[in-house]
Structure formats: structure tokens, C-alpha cells
């Protein structure tokens, strides 16, 4: 019998609902989940790994607290003073970790060593350890969320010093692992992101790191000391715009604008959403201000307000003074502050070459530097429809901005703003509202992958999650569009890896699918960070085929020692019923697994409870589970694709149905990868896998094997190879799914290998007129 063929290859559209499947071109996709289009083929999504090679200890955002004794012991009285004291937070001493389990005074820890005692309160944050490792740092770990990630531009070229932040302090990464940053405190929530800033200081060839979070009180009203300032460093040390400590304005402070005949008295900026310096000029964006008029003062919002210092250091005596103010000794020297014809507020800026691209929340404005001196700069408007809601989703291009707005996703060319998603016109408005959701999109560009990621909280998840749940993937080099399920709150670049070398890599062979002396695993190589909401900072690879364990599991309960379920706490988590867990360092539990199972068992949820941050999941990969849990446990998910084609029938202008007999699919061969492609017939979404299984009509598997198949011995030499599904089925069109089975998921030789699929051959011939 003869079949027509129909090749579809390259890939290049991706992800398109925008139309019915089934007027989608050939390489489009109804869905695309974990996949994603990359150089006119199909590939898995990106994978994670840990920073350094101490795991989580490396990798948590982290304090030094103290040093142990010769005899191994440690207290004190509080951990930090303004930290939060919480159940999911850690400790560690060595290899040592303890584990924050239980709310109250004096609570034991969880630990998964030899110390005799441990114990914490997370009433005042006290501690203390007898028995431990003698003379070695103790580490707390605070489980904050990330909320900014920045690199710190002093040093030599291509190793710049990486610098986070969570909801209370800053850090620093040193090799090893993370550190606390000098001693400077925040006061934000978790929806209160870090903006930051390089610039120079009072000379021209020192770097200044700026931060501000945008964290007040009353934004309109009077000031309090829980406001944060802005915080400046030095190299050496933070410094803050105003005391901290009592809200109050502090002479030789350099945010003064309006002196009233004293140095530095009167009015003061506390505190700007945006600091961005531009012709030789810093500027701060969405002001607060305050009247200096006695006590705390009185706040004033100026949400559409550019400020704007002398051409100069920011931190001259008169840097801020506005056009005409003096102190006596000191006078202006232009400074001064322009304000948007629009009364919205700004949320995001960005350069195109050397124009200033502003986002206020409905609208695209421009800031114009214009050469004089007593007027420097001008408002003009770019777009009145079209605007941002969220601050860190602005990505810069050489001759674009990209901006997530209420509408779409924008992009501005310095002249006109329009939408690029018109293949997913829809999409935008799956970000969820609630707690913030809109203000806790953040982007990045990725220039290796040449892929732009948006983290996001998906209206689909449930209500009750507050973290993103899903990544936004866009391909800038051919405009298609994909998904990721993950938690990342914020990303950021960095550069001070080393060479990777075998002995410290964290990944298997078959877990990473570049060659070995591609550049992402060379020194400085500019690699893409993620923070997520436990505090974890993770190295995103799109070459490595597993997501990293960045999940504190803080508690276990065996609900029954043999196969049957088990309930893990983990704080803040975002998953769902159907999703699939990997568990790592388990102290304390032997996991006897299936014999007849190979690989690491994963486990599949079946309950989740968000109010008590609770994850029960099934273990039917497993004999048994049994001991007791000791913590320093992780999790991660396993991701599953769900790629949904478009509905294939060539003969519909014929007015015939269609037949399907197979699909050879062109994929890069790995060393034990599958894929179960699944079918739908005409436009049902009715799985003829399930169905003939139940009628006992099933052909074949409907397994995409991506190993070479053990009778075809050449296969081992080849890098591609071609292979068959066969379907055999009739319809008015056919959609195929491609996807993991449960059985797949929870099988961690297939689930942790990757996948690239080049091309499809199918073999059809019409059958049939349509009805």
C-alpha cells in the first residue's frame, strides 16, 4: 500500500493559539510545556545545578553566625537581630545540618550528625550546639526568598563579585558559597524586589553598588521607622540615605533637594522605586519624599516624578539641591526633578542605546536628555496604551526593549510599542492577580540559548500558591514561544565559576547533553542564576536534563513503613497533584527500591495541603521506606513535557479524512531516553493509548524510543537516528500528544535524560469523505 509522506522539518514555530489546531502551520504547537524550539529542532527544557560543590551549603543564601569551640559547641542569644525566626530554616556546622522543625522556645533541631545537642527558638533566635565539630563556622541559613540578584562591576573583566538579596539582607557569593554582605538590613515583604545600580561615588573611578527595594510604610502619610531607605556600597560597607533605626533624616547624607539655609536640612528623598544614572547624572524614578517637618515627617508619593542629581558624584554636599536652593555655603547646580504629564505610576526603565525607555503602568514614555544645563531633561510620551506591570520583567535588546504589561508582551523600539506574543494572544492574562502576582514577574535574556525566560505565578495554580509557578520561554532569533513549570522568584548573572572538571561536577554523562569543552563549563563563562522562595540560588543549564534539588524537605511522616504514601513538609512549596519528586539525602531513611525497577526511585504527589506547606506522595517504586528521618533532605521536580501538535489532515481541501499509518521521528540518539507519543482522533481529545488498551486492540506502545534499538547494532555509532510509531487510525484529523507516562516519570533513567527531536515523516492517505 502506498502512502503519501509528508516531512516537518525544520522546526520553527512553536507554541500558537492564536488559531485552531487545526489551521495551525505544521511546526506549530497547540502546547508546549518543558520543551521548547531551539535552532530549527525540538529540545527539552533547561535543567539546574547547584553553585559550587558543597550542594545546599553552597548554594543557600546564608550568615555566619558563629565559630565553634574546641569542644564543638556554640550559642547566643539571637542568630540576627532582624531576622525572622521560622520552622524550614537551617543550620550547618561542617557537613553537619540542622534543621528547623518545630515553633517555640528551645526546640530541638533535626540533625544529621553527631552533635548531642541542637536546638533553637524561633521565638527570640537563640541557639545552641554542644558535641559539634570543634573550631568550624556555624552557618544560618534565614529560607527567605530571593528578591534580587546582581553583580557588583569592580574587579577583573568577566569575574564580577555576585551579590543577593532576600526579603532582610545582602549576600555575597565567595567561591565557596554565599555569605552575608556587611550588615545592613531590609524590611520588605515578599512582593518588595531589590533594584540595583553600579555607578560612581565621590570619585569618578569609585564603583557604588545603589539597592533600594521601594518598601514604605505609607507611601502618602506620615513616616515610620520600618520605612527602608535607599542603601548604598562603598566596597567596604552599606551605607543608608537615612538612619534605619529611627526613620529620621541624618546630616552629610546626600539625598537632600531642598536645603532651608542649614547644610543638608529640609526635605529628603527616602526612597525611589527605580535609581538608573544617565548622562552623567543619576536619576531616580517614582519618588518618596519626605518633609523633614519634625518627628518622622510626612511622606509624599510622586509616582510619575524623575529626579535627577547634579553632572557629577551623587554624593556631593549639593548633588541633589533643586535649581536656586542654598545651604549658604553651598549652592545648586541644577538639580532638580521633572514629573510625568500622567498621573500612573512608573514601574520600569531601560535603555536603547542611549535613549531611556520609562514603563509606567498603561502607558511607554521617554526620557530626553536635551544638553541644557537648567532643563537637562524632557518627558516624551511613545505609547498611551501600552505600558508595564511588572518592575524586573523589562529585558534590554541592542535595538529593543521587551516588557511584560498588562495587555501583552511589549516591545519598544524608541519610537513605537507593540505586542510580540500575537502567537499566544491569551497567555499574558494567565498571570495570576492575587498576592501580588503581577509584580513578582521577573525576566532575563539568555545569550547563550538566545532565549528570553519570564518567571510568573500562573492563575491555573492554585489560589493559595503566592510564588511563580511557571517560566515564560521566548525565542528572539525566530519569535516562538514555550512554558516551564518552575518556582524562581528572580534571576541574575554570574561569572566567577571555575573550570568544571569531573570530580566536581554535579551532573551524570547521561544528564548533560553538550560537549564536554563547550564554553558554558569554561571559567567566567557568564551563566544564568535563579533565586527561588527557600532562598536557594541555582545555575540554570540548558544543556544538563534535571531540575536541581533546591527544596528543604523539613519533615517526614512515614505514613506507612511499607509501599503506600508518604508525607513530606515543605515550606512554601508550589506543587501540584500530578507532579513527580525527586528526593535526595534523605539522612536517616533506607529506601529499599523494586528489584525490578533500575534507577533512582521518583515519586508521584497525590495530596497536597498548602495551609500546613504538606506534599504526600506515593511510593510504588518502592519495597519499603523506614528509619528516621534525620533532615538536610531536598526535593525537586521532575519536569514532565506535554507537547500538543496541530490536528494533521492534508486532505482536508479534498473534503477526505485522514489516515494515519506511522510517524518516523528524526531524534538525537541518547543512551536510555523514550517518549510516549499518544493520539487523538478528529477533534476529541479521546486517548486511543487508554482506548485500546481497555478494548485490547492496541498495535504497539506507542513508545518513541530516542536509544538505539539493541537489533540494530550500527545505531550505536550514529548521533541521530530515525524511528517509527505506529498508530494506524482514522479521523477527520489527528493530534498527537507527546508526553511521559507516570510510569516514565517515575523512572529516572528516562525522566533525567534529555531529548531533541529534528523532524517527523508522517505516512498518511486519505480515506473516506468527510461527514
Given at each position: ?248 533624616a541624618v546630616n552629610g547624607v546626600s539625598w537632600f533637594f531642598a536645603p532651608t539655609g542649614a547644610l543638608n536640612t529640609g526635605p529628603f528623598v527616602k526612597t525611589a522605586r527605580i535609581i538608573i544614572p544617565f548622562h552623567s547624572r543619576l536619576l531616580l524614578l517614582n519618588t518618596v519624599e519626605n518633609d523633614n517637618g519634625g518627628g518622622l515627617g510626612v511622606n509624599h508619593h ?470
Amino acid at each position: 500500500m502506498a502512502y503519501d509522506k509528508f516531512l516537518i522539518a525544520p522546526i520553527n514555530i512553536g507554541l500558537q493559539t492564536d488559531t485552531e489546531p487545526w489551521l495551525l502551520p505544521d511546526d506549530a504547537y497547540a502546547r508546549l510545556d518543558n520543551a521548547y524550539i531551539w535552532r530549527g529542532r525540538m529540545r527539552k527544557r533547561f535543567g539546574s545545578r547547584h553553585m559550587g560543590a558543597l550542594g545546599q551549603r553552597s548554594s543557600r543564601l546564608r550568615i555566619l553566625i558563629d565559630t565553634t569551640t574546641a569542644g564543638g559547641n556554640a550559642s547566643g542569644a539571637t542568630v540576627e537581630a532582624n531576622s525572622t525566626y521560622k520552622v524550614g530554616q537551617m543550620f550547618s556546622i561542617g557537613a553537619e545540618l540542622f534543621t528547623v522543625t518545630t515553633a517555640g522556645a528551645v526546640q530541638p533541631m533535626l540533625k544529621t550528625g553527631a552533635t548531642t545537642t541542637a536546638t533553637y527558638s524561633t521565638t527570640d533566635g537563640a541557639y545552641n550546639f554542644v558535641g559539634a565539630d570543634g573550631l568550624t563556622a556555624v552557618y544560618f541559613y534565614p529560607a527567605e526568598p530571593v528578591m534580587g540578584l546582581c553583580n557588583y562591576e569592580v574587579g577583573t573583566i568577566n569575574n564580577q563579585d555576585s551579590i543577593a538579596f532576600d526579603t532582610r539582607f545582602a549576600y555575597k557569593y565567595s567561591g565557596t558559597g554565599w555569605t552575608r554582605l556587611g550588615t545592613a538590613y531590609w524590611r520588605g515583604a515578599d512582593n518588595n524586589f531589590v533594584w540595583t545600580c553600579n555607578w560612581r561615588g565621590i570619585l569618578s573611578d569609585d564603583t557604588i553598588l545603589f539597592a533600594t527595594n521601594f518598601q514604605v510604610t505609607n507611601l502618602s502619610g506620615i513616616g515610620t521607622i520600618t520605612d527602608d531607605p535607599i542603601w548604598w556600597w562603598t566596597g567596604a560597607a552599606w551605607t543608608a540615605g537615612f538612619d534605619p533605626a529611627t526613620g529620621l533624616a541624618v546630616n552629610g547624607v546626600s539625598w537632600f533637594f531642598a536645603p532651608t539655609g542649614a547644610l543638608n536640612t529640609g526635605p529628603f528623598v527616602k526612597t525611589a522605586r527605580i535609581i538608573i544614572p544617565f548622562h552623567s547624572r543619576l536619576l531616580l524614578l517614582n519618588t518618596v519624599e519626605n518633609d523633614n517637618g519634625g518627628g518622622l515627617g510626612v511622606n509624599h508619593h510622586y509616582g510619575n516624578r524623575c529626579r535627577y542629581s547634579i553632572n557629577g558624584s551623587p554624593f556631593a554636599v549639593n548633588a541633589w539641591y533643586e535649581t536656586g536652593k542654598t545651604d549658604g555655603a553651598n549652592k545648586s547646580l541644577h538639580a532638580g526633578w521633572i514629573d510625568a504629564p500622567v498621573k500612573e505610576n512608573i514601574i520600569s526603565a531601560e535603555f536603547i542605546k542611549d535613549r531611556l525607555i520609562v514603563y509606567f503602568e498603561q502607558s511607554t514614555w521617554e526620557i530626553v536628555y536635551t544638553g541644557n544645563a537648567l532643563k537637562p531633561f524632557v518627558w516624551q510620551r511613545l505609547n498611551t496604551e501600552l505600558g508595564s506591570q511588572a518592575q524586573f520583567s523589562s529585558v534590554p535588546f541592542d535595538k529593543v526593549v521587551l516588557t511584560v504589561g498588562n495587555t501583552g508582551v511589549h516591545a519598544c523600539n524608541g519610537l513605537n510599542v507593540e505586542r510580540v506574543d500575537q502567537k499566544i494572544p491569551d497567555e499574558i492574562f494567565k498571570i495570576k492577580n492575587k498576592n501580588e502576582g503581577v509584580e513578582r514577574v521577573a525576566g532575563i535574556r539568555d545569550y547563550y540559548t538566545e532565549m528570553v525566560y519570564w518567571t510568573f505565578p500562573d492563575a491555573e495554580s492554585p489560589n493559595d500558591f503566592i510564588y511563580p509557578t511557571r517560566v515564560l520561554v521566548y525565542n528572539y532569533k525566530n519569535g516562538s514561544w514555550a512554558f516551564n513549570d518552575d518556582c524562581l522568584t528572580v534571576f541574575g548573572y554570574f561569572e566567577q565559576q571555575t573550570d568544571t572538571t569531573w570530580d566536581i561536577a554535579v551532573m551524570t554523562w547521561a544528564q548533560y547533553d553538550a560537549l564536554w569543552t563547550a564554553g558554558i563549563l569554561q571559567a567566567n563563562f557568564r551563566q544564568i542564576i535563579a533565586g527561588n522562595q527557600q532562598g536557594f540560588v541555582i545555575i540554570i543549564n540548558a544543556e544538563i536534563n534535571k531540575n536541581a534539588d533546591a527544596l528543604q524537605i523539613s519533615k517526614v511522616e512515614l505514613a506507612t513503613p511499607a509501599v503506600g504514601l508518604v508525607r513530606l513538609t515543605i515550606i512554601d512549596h508550589t506543587v501540584s497533584i500530578g507532579d513527580c519528586l525527586s528526593l535526595a539525602n534523605m539522612n536517616g531513611l533506607t529506601i529499599v527500591r523494586d528489584p525490578l525497577f533500575l534507577g533512582d526511585p521518583l515519586y508521584m504527589v497525590t495530596a497536597i495541603d498548602i495551609a500546613n506547606h504538606t506534599v504526600t506522595i506515593a511510593t510504588t517504586k518502592t519495597v519499603s521506606i523506614t528509619g528516621i528521618y534525620l533532615g538536610g533532605g531536598l526535593a525537586s521536580r521532575v519536569s514532565r513535557p506535554k507537547i500538543l501538535t496541530k490536528r494533521f489532515n492534508p486532505y482536508i481541501k479534498s473534503a477526505q479524512n485522514v489516515y494515519i499509518a506511522k510517524v518516523d521521528f528524526y531524534v538525537k540518539k541518547t543512551d536510555a531516553g523514550e517518549l510516549t507519543v499518544d493520539y487523538y482522533p478528529s477533534t476529541s481529545e479521546l486517548s486511543m493509548i487508554a482506548q485500546g488498551t481497555l478494548s485490547g486492540s492496541q498495535l504497539g506502545s506507542n513508545i518513541l524510543e530516542t536509544k538505539p534499538y539493541d537489533t540494530v547494532p550500527f545505531e550505536i555509532k550514529q548521533t541521530k537516528i530515525w524511528h517509527s510509531v505506529y498508530f494506524q487510525t482514522v479521523g477527520e484529523n489527528i493530534q498527537f500528544v507527546i508526553t511521559l507516562t507516570d510510569e516514565q516519570l517515575t523512572n529516572s533513567a528516562i525522566a533525567f535524560e534529555g531529548f531533541i527531536i529534528d523532524g517527523m515523516i508522517l505516512y498518511t492517505m486519505p480515506i473516506y469523505r468527510l461527514q
